[in-house]
């Protein structure tokens, strides 16, 4: 998973990104979701935070006419992101994998800490047996960091 | 298009295909950076779109030579386009490029039965969407149909077989 989030950050941004420990409570204003179905059923999510994923639109994109990228776009990088990340972790897997397919990225918007806990039909809480994975793709941005879940279905 | 004309100075029309307005900026960011000689370069959301282009496109006198296209997107995926393309002979000799993050996808297998020359696997850098463009300009003038992998591998296969992987 390590690489295939890297290879992302450095071929399309040119910055390298690293998995990091995470130190302290995660609160994610955005979640994309891929699943992987087929030989292999999986399902895959990014998580951000606001900030960095305005950042992270901004790093795709360059800078918005206005103050921020709005959150069309913001959710559209998001998508494409888990779809390159998921795409090459699903790449590496080999041939166990290579008949399953990567469904459309799904979006969402989390809007409260209970919609976080109870998951609404929306946004998945931490599962059990999952892989879970925080990285750090610019060090300007001292603690903001990103989540890449990895369950297994 | 193939690579003799565009050698001779000609330069493209490109359609980018995509349902990611945010990959459909990206790629024409990536395709000007290129040193691509580029005439005019046009967007589609999926492949209901991009038909209704190519045919604006006839109507004004021109014709794409390039197309990159994704493969899955809601209304009309890659697959469907290119078939409904190809029925409605809609820029016919134009290089059709499928941009995947998925490159053991099955539905690229349907693709190139379709007119699909080659893809290339997302995440790419400028140089390697270049090179790739300009090999696969380089078979249509040799007359190949031959589905290139992407992006770096040096591995051809004919048409209809597996796509190779890296």
């Known amino acids: 998973m390590d690489v295939a989030v890297a290879d992302v950050f450095e071929t399309m941004l040119a910055r390298p990104c690293a998995a990091i420990q995470e130190t302290s409570a995660f609160s994610p204003a955005f979640s994309a979701r891929i699943t992987i179905s087929g030989s292999v059923r999986a399902r895959c999510m990014v998580e951000f935070p606001l900030s960095l994923a305005e950042k992270l639109t901004a790093a795709f994109l360059g800078p918005s006419d206005g103050p921020a990228w709005d959150e069309v776009m913001v959710a559209d990088t998001l998508g494409e992101l888990c779809n390159m990340i998921a795409g090459g972790f699903k790449k590496r897997l080999g041939e166990p994998a290579s008949s399953s397919e990567l469904s459309v990225p799904a979006i969402s918007r989390i809007e409260s800490q209970a919609q976080q806990r109870n998951g609404s039909g929306i946004y998945a809480g931490p599962e059990a047996d999952e892989l879970r994975r925080a990285y750090a793709f610019d060090s300007d941005f001292d603690d903001e960091r990103f989540l890449v879940r990895l369950v297994e279905l | ?166």
Do not use: W
């Not at chain 2, 960011?29 to 779109?49: D, S």
């Not at chain 2, 000799?93 to 998925?102: G, N």
């Not at chain 2, 190949?144 to 992987?165: E, I, K, Y």
């Open chain 2, 1 to 166: 298009m193939d690579l003799r004309e565009y050698s001779r100075g000609e330069s493209m029309n490109v359609l980018i295909v995509d349902d990611s307005s945010v990959m459909r900026r990206v790629i024409e960011g990536v395709l000007r950076g290129a040193g691509l000689k580029l005439t005019e370069v046009l967007q589609a959301g999926n492949g209901k779109e991009a038909l209704a282009v190519l045919e604006k496109m006839i109507a004004q006198g021109k014709s794409a030579d390039l197309i990159l296209c994704d493969i899955h997107m809601p209304v009309m995926d890659g697959v469907g386009f290119l078939s409904e393309r190809k029925r409605r002979a809609l820029s016919p000799h134009a290089a059709v490029i499928m941009i995947t993050a998925d490159p053991s996808d099955p539905l690229l297998i349907e693709a190139a039965a379709e007119g699909g020359l080659g893809y290339i696997a997302k995440p790419f850098t400028s140089e390697q969407l270049r090179t790739r463009i300009l090999s696969l300009l380089r078979d249509t003038a040799e007359g190949g149909g031959a589905f290139l992998a992407g992006p770096a591998s040096s591995v051809r296969q004919t048409t209809g077989g597996a796509p190779s992987t890296r």
